[in-house]
């Protein structure tokens, strides 16, 4: 199986810092990874798709990089409502699998 | 737009057995692959099952294979998770999710599972 490793766990920003945060594939796994936010309670919401693409609606300040094995979300000038916790996920063979995810916090 | 509906959550005992559904629309359902992912109390999202568009191809989790079995029926646009021999660790909100490669997955809102006696 395909293990995924995010970090970190967890941040504490202030709102207009830049963020970022990483994920490790134990594999290469090419470009086939996505970034998701959940927010408390809600449902998980996609940002990003084949590690760079921004899903349409998304803001411009989410930005993904990477490829192979290393793979890194980017939120420039951070707002409010991005206060969240954020997962990447590899779909490049079956189990797919989640990084444990990096909490955002606010300072 | 795309709705994905679960329902059949709810309380079971271990050892218990739950059929949890989810009713699509706004899309062609058959179409697509189609997954459950879990996420426990206070816990990261797991991915737990998919399916192929036809049916033909499932795959499983290690940590629910031989106990879950995921299904569909695509002249109603419904799809199952069948969950025997159910263990606290599956307690858990269940979601259904859409798979559209170079999009990534849709989710609905999920249904909780609580396995306790």
């Known amino acids: 199986d395909i293990q995924m490793t995010q970090s970190p766990s967890s941040l504490s920003a202030s709102v207009g810092d830049r963020v970022t945060i990483t994920c490790r594939a134990s594999q290469d796994i090419t470009d086939d990874l996505g970034w998701y936010q959940q927010k408390p309670g809600k449902a998980p919401k996609r940002l990003i798709y084949?590690?760079?693409s921004l899903q349409s609606g998304v803001p411009s300040r989410f930005s993904g990089s990477g490829s192979g094995t290393e793979f890194t979300l980017t939120i420039t000038s951070l707002q409010p409502e991005d206060f969240a916790t954020y997962y990447c996920l590899q779909h490049n063979d079956y189990p797919q699998t989640f990084g444990q995810g990096t909490k955002v916090e606010i300072k | 737009e795309v709705q994905l509906v679960e329902s059949g959550g709810g309380l079971v005992q271990p050892g218990g057995s739950l059929r949890l559904s989810c009713a699509a629309s706004g899309f062609t359902f058959s179409s697509y692959v189609m997954s459950w992912v879990r996420q426990g109390p206070g816990k990261g999202l797991e991915w737990v099952s998919s399916?192929?568009?036809?049916?033909?191809?499932?795959y499983y989790a290690d940590s629910v294979r031989g106990r879950f079995t995921i299904s569909r029926d695509n002249s109603k646009n419904t799809l199952h998770l069948q969950m025997n021999s159910l263990r606290a660790e599956d307690t858990a909100k269940y979601y259904c999710a859409k798979w559209r490669w170079g999009s990534g997955y849709s989710w609905g809102q999920g249904t909780l599972v609580t396995v306790s006696s």
């Open positions: 084949a590690a760079s």
């Open positions: 399916i192929s568009d036809s049916g033909g191809n499932t």
